[in-house]
């Protein structure tokens, strides 16, 4: 079995930055994508960043050009930098464990708040 415990989730204004981490306690199980997950009240819960072990990354169009995802495979953690927040970013931001880049999660984080006013 695998935990996630995300950290850095908080409130910010418009046009401020944050920083998403997420530690995995072990590696392999399958996991070779992790990622970032949101979901707003009321909506689904949908991508919004992923990366593989080798480097490579899948965004939403909603967040590129502000979000960058990158990981560190030694520690067993991804970072989600999060830049030009907007009020529409509010959510509570998953952290995933999965197969593959495309693959339905094995593995969640427990949540982390994060809320950008206006």
């Known amino acids: 079995q695998v935990q996630l415990v995300e950290s850095g989730g908080g409130l910010v204004q418009a046009g401020g930055s944050l920083r998403l981490t997420c530690a995995a306690s072990?590696?392999?199980?399958?996991?070779?994508?992790m990622g970032w997950y949101r979901q707003a009240p009321g909506k689904q819960r949908d991508l919004v960043a992923a990366i593989t072990r080798g480097g490579v990354t899948n965004y939403a169009d909603s967040v590129k050009g502000r979000f960058t995802i990158s990981r560190d495979n030694a520690k067993n953690t991804v970072f989600l930098q999060m830049n030009s927040l907007k009020p529409e970013d509010t959510a509570v931001y998953y952290c995933?464990?999965?197969?593959?880049?495309?693959?339905?999660?094995?593995?969640w984080g427990q949540g982390t708040q994060v809320t950008v006013s206006s």
């Open positions: 072990r590696s392999g199980f399958g996991i070779n994508a």
């Open positions: 995933a464990g999965a197969y593959a880049l495309g693959s339905p999660p094995r593995y």
